[in-house]
């Protein structure tokens, strides 16, 4: 394997676990949660909370998950992501050159979509930190208990999104740049070699044969 290819399918290989991270913080991300005692069950559902949603009063924490359309595009181009990843890691290694042609567009088109879902997610993150800067601003309740709003797992989630983005169509790029080393053909497997080597050293077909069963054996 040239240096070209070993190189290209490590980035892929990267690009893959980022994808299933996202897929796993995404998920993680579905559901309303808090560790207070199904407190995520009236806190996120008493007001038209812009979505996603995430406070701490002192230790504890309320998150509103994700709206479903948010969530859906994101895990399924991480999901398409890691799909065909795994699907052009194989490919390549087993030469199927037209495949690994499409996979690797395939790659690199879900790649600029990774970038168009970190832009969604981001859009609704500036909404809903604005929401919840103005509610606990607005209640004196929650500021003597010292709410405050802690959007630090939502922003690991966009981090991971863009950077999956990014190097989705950094990985389909590199391969496509180094294409000659890194999608090749069907391997062809020592053609006439044998035969020469046998015609040389023996002067007809049948010694050759013989000679070829012994070493069988
Ligand atoms: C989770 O919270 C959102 C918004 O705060 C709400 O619309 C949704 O119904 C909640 N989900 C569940 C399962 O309660
Ligand atoms: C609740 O979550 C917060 C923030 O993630 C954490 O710091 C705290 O230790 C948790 N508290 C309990 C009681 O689980």
């Known amino acids: 394997m040239s240096l070209a290819k070993a190189a290209c399918m490590t980035v892929l290989f990267f690009a893959i676990l980022l994808s299933v991270a996202v897929i796993g913080f995404s998920v993680k991300q579905i559901k309303n949660t808090s560790n207070i005692t199904d407190l995520e069950k009236t806190a996120c559902t008493n007001v038209d909370i812009i979505q996603p949603f995430r406070y701490t009063v002192g230790e504890y924490y309320v998150f509103c ?3 479903t359309k948010n969530s859906a595009i ?5 999901l398409g992501g890691a799909l065909i990843g795994i699907g052009l890691f194989a490919t390549v290694l087993a030469r199927k050159k037209v495949l690994s042609i499409v996979f690797n567009v395939v790659i690199f088109i879900l790649g600029g979509f990774g ?3 970190t832009i969604v997610d981001a859009q609704s993150t500036i909404n809903s930190k604005k929401f919840c800067k103005n509610i606990i601003g607005s209640l004196v309740i ?3 208990a010292g709410a405050e709003c802690s959007y630090e797992p939502i922003y690991i989630t966009i981090v991971l999104n863009v950077f999956n983005g990014l190097l989705l169509m950094i990985t389909s790029i590199l391969i496509f740049r180094f294409r000659s080393k890194v999608i090749t053909g069907a391997h062809h497997k020592h053609p006439v070699v044998d035969d020469i080597d046998y015609n040389y050293k023996y002067p007809t077909q049948a010694e050759a044969a013989v000679e070829e069963k012994q070493n069988l054996i």
Do not use: D, H, N, V
């Open 74 to 78: 994101r895990i399924l181009i991480a």
């Open 142 to 144: 929650a500021q003597e």
């Open 65 to 67: 998950s994700w709206s």
């Open 115 to 117: 970038i168009y879902s």
